[in-house]
């Protein structure tokens, strides 16, 4: 009956604008009941999507403009529309039509398990929409449960005794965001800090980690705090950037609080899926709800990277006693997998919304009064969240370009482009093969050449301290793609980078493995001890002469992995900006491809701006695809919010 249809699925699968996988599920749910086309069209575009980041199918864009779904020109969305036949009117006939099938179960309704399920106007997997329900239920019991009591002013004065000492500077735009940040999170269970970068949110929840120790009383020298972040990367720098921060704190506290005492005891920063216990070739975790993590706070970094699953997973692991801090940019991209979870949970954050109760407490706590455009009616989870607003680190050419792009003023992101201001920021508009290559070759040169400074006496302080210069100097140039495919996509590049230097005598390539060779770990390795995301340097063995290993750096320390142990990495010299997240570079290099597609969009761009610290360099074949992709926002269908609305 479906033999049309799924051969116009097929046609458009063999010409790249599908995935096999959304096919064979539109096959599979066939095979289980119901079949009718315009069924089997809502599967196909419902797997499609969940492979773009959406939680689920906005069955109202159906009939609105349904081509942009998937970015189609009007010619390949007519061709899935004619071979799925009748197609329904309007939103309440696609309501009616899918309630009637019995692989759907309409919300309310009776229900089997079946694979799909309809809630109001939107279509989900099964999985995705028991995740998002758990995730609201869970964030706003933490958000509800646990506020500080109005009438507990001895707690809130010793809140306030210890932030006025940790934090003794008025701040120069005369709202301290920092320090209301450290009185939101001790109000609750839940505390979220949502900012820009240079903004201080380490800073920020070093100083709140402090104030957690200074307010524990007898449970302060068993206080249980654990570290964490999605890739190794973001939680080395986590980690360290904590240390960092409690250590300067450690002097202006002095000996009331034994705060490197306390730290100590914190150890490592650690992957999301090493916290809670990833098992190889499943999606289950050691932790879960009947087995949850042993932690009284949990502190996430880089929280726009989780995607929806990860966060139920996460939220189900933690007991209901423990406090639970997200860190994160609202406006950088999500997971590359299904769910914006901060960006719906911060969707509030910059306008405040806050309540009489909780600006009642922040000037009782922090002495600071919020200016009233941030009063408002929020939900239980705004009077959670603190949005960081002032960059100490990130200004000149860099973040007023970053700020532009955030606005959508592809205008202003233009002239911030031609001005430069000393080079810090670069712009070649109508970028060649050639001069992109030159400047991997002037970025990468510094640390291939240091790579033959090898020390040659094999002393063991020496060669680690030679290794941790090379990696320190590759991190200080990395190009960021938009795209994986094509010329200037990460594939293409990094072969024609590596022939690159190759033919510069920079290094030598003699197999898969060599001598210089930056690579990016694709998949969780267990055995090894390395995961998705992280990036390690090929370089000798100096214990077994003609072998190789690959240098992971982790803060200040490094950990080394046989070459021939690792299975699934692929070169890095150019990588996607989604895998740069969590990383910063003092000189990033953003190519855009010759055509965006409509699929670019600005919070890529602004994510690649701000993997930069000190230099940024754009480089478009066609300038056009980078004001296409300013004027174009990230909507990912969701019905999270709704949901955390209650």
């Known amino acids: 009956m479906n033999d049309g249809f799924f051969a116009q699925v097929d046609a458009l699968t063999e010409a790249g604008q599908l995935r096999r996988l959304s096919g064979a599920f539109a096959r599979f749910i066939a095979s289980v009941g119901d079949s009718s086309p315009q069924l089997m069209a809502a599967c196909v575009l419902l797997s499609e999507l969940e492979g773009r980041g959406h939680s689920c199918l906005m069955l109202d864009e159906l009939n609105d403009d349904p081509a942009a779904l998937l970015g189609w020109s009007d010619d ?102 920092q320090k209301i940040a450290c009185a939101v999170a001790m109000r609750g269970k839940l505390g979220i800090i949502t900012g820009g970068p240079g903004t201080g949110k380490t800073y920020t929840v070093a100083r709140l980690l402090a104030l957690l120790f200074a307010t524990a009383g007898e449970r302060q020298a068993g206080l249980r705090v654990a570290l964490a972040a999605p890739t190794g990367k973001a939680a080395a720098r986590l980690k360290q950037s904590i240390d960092t921060a409690l250590d300067e704190l450690a002097e202006k506290v002095g000996d009331e609080l034994p705060l490197r005492e306390l730290a100590a005891r914190m150890g490592a920063a650690r992957t999301l899926h090493s916290l809670l216990g990833a098992r190889p070739d499943t999606r289950a975790f050691q932790h879960h709800a009947g087995n949850q993590l042993e932690v009284d706070v949990l502190i996430v970094d880089e929280a726009s990277m989780i995607h929806l699953e990860m966060m139920s997973a996460l939220l189900a692991a933690l007991p209901e006693s423990a406090t639970l801090i997200l860190l994160g940019d609202k406006d950088q991209l999500a997971s590359v997998e299904a769910g914006a979870v901060l960006g719906d949970l911060c969707h509030h954050a910059e306008a405040g919304e806050y309540l009489p109760e909780t600006l009642s407490y922040v000037q009782a706590a922090t002495g600071q009064q919020v200016p009233a455009r ?273």
């Open 76 to 177: 390949e969305w007519s061709a899935l529309h004619a071979a799925a036949g009748d197609w329904p009117a309007d939103t309440d006939a696609w309501c009616g039509l899918l309630a009637r099938c019995s692989q759907v179960w309409p919300v309310g309704g009776d229900q089997w398990n079946q694979p799909l399920v309809l809630d109001g106007e939107r279509l989900y997997l099964r999985r995705y929409w028991l995740d998002e329900r758990h995730v609201a239920e869970s964030v706003r019991s933490r958000a509800l449960g646990g506020v500080l009591a109005a009438d507990d002013d001895a707690r809130t004065d010793d809140i306030r005794r210890w932030l006025d000492n940790l934090f003794p500077h008025a701040p120069r735009g005369g709202v301290d965001w």
């Open 374 to 646: 941030f009063e408002g009616h929020g939900g239980p989870i705004a009077q959670q969240t603190v949005m960081l607003r002032e960059s100490r680190r990130f200004g000149g050419p860099i973040g007023a370009l970053a700020l532009a792009v955030n606005a959508g003023d592809g205008a202003a992101a233009v002239n911030v482009l031609r001005q430069g201001e000393g080079g810090k920021v670069t712009w070649t508009d109508s970028a060649q093969s050639a001069d992109l290559l030159q400047l991997a070759l002037d970025g990468y040169r510094p640390y291939l050449q240091l790579i033959k400074k090898a020390p040659v006496d094999g002393e063991e302080v020496a060669q680690l301290a030679w290794v941790k210069s090379v990696l320190k100097s590759f991190e200080g140039f990395r190009i960021l793609c938009a795209v994986r495919e094509g010329e200037w996509g990460v594939s293409g590049l990094n072969d024609s980078i590596e022939q690159r230097l190759q033919s510069a005598g920079l290094l030598k390539r003699t197999g898969e493995w060599y001598v210089g060779r930056p690579v990016m770990v694709t998949r969780n390795d267990y055995a090894t001890g390395v995961f998705n995301g992280d990036i390690g340097l090929t370089l000798p063995d100096p214990s077994r002469p003609g072998a190789l290993r690959v240098y992971f750096s982790e803060g200040e320390t490094v950990r080394s992995v046989l070459a021939t142990r690792l299975r699934n990495v692929e070169t890095a010299f150019a990588m996607t900006v989604h895998k740069s997240q969590g990383s910063e570079f003092a000189h990033t290099a953003m190519v855009l491809p010759k055509d965006g597609g409509g699929m670019l969009a600005r919070e890529l761009i602004y994510t690649g701006i701000t993997r930069a610290r000190d230099y940024f360099t754009l480089l478009t074949p066609n300038g056009q695809v980078l004001l296409d992709a300013i004027a174009q926002r990230t909507q990912r269908a969701s019905g999270l919010r709704l949901q955390l609305a209650g």
